[in-house]
């Protein structure tokens, strides 16, 4: 049974850092595309940002650029997403997807994702 399991989540004022970790098991993910999406309170879930399997290629949404780093570990089976300079904006349930078929770091659609992990919550103080 494959499982993602989000960690790094907390309160956080404005300004801070936080880094976000997805253990995945159940199967290894090295050879797949992993992402993060975030649902901020009464919105539709949305793309943070995306990484490709060997980790060369990332892509992230216009309103992170800049401040989040997704990185990921194969030996471990980790992906991570390092919040920097969060703004009251980026308070959400963060969301870890993994890809069953593909490797680049261009899907930032959820269909694209088979796999999710249950959500850890961000929240950023003004």
């Known amino acids: 049974q494959v499982q993602l399991v989000e960690s790094g989540g907390g309160l956080v004022q404005a300004g801070g850092s936080l880094r976000l970790s997805c253990a995945a098991s159940?199967?290894?993910?090295?050879?797949?595309?992993m992402g993060w999406f975030r649902r901020a309170p009464g919105k539709e879930r949305e793309f943070v940002a995306a990484i490709s399997s060997l980790g060369g290629s990332t892509t992230y949404a216009d309103s992170v650029k800049g401040r989040f780093t997704i990185s990921r570990d194969n030996a471990k089976n980790t992906v991570y997403l390092q919040m920097n300079s969060l703004k009251p904006e980026d308070t959400a349930v963060y969301y870890c997807a993994a890809s069953r078929s593909y490797s680049g770091s261009g899907y930032i659609t959820e269909r694209y994702y088979d796999y999710w992990g249950q959500g850890t919550q961000v929240t950023v103080s003004s």
């Open positions: 159940g199967r290894t993910f090295s050879n797949n595309a």
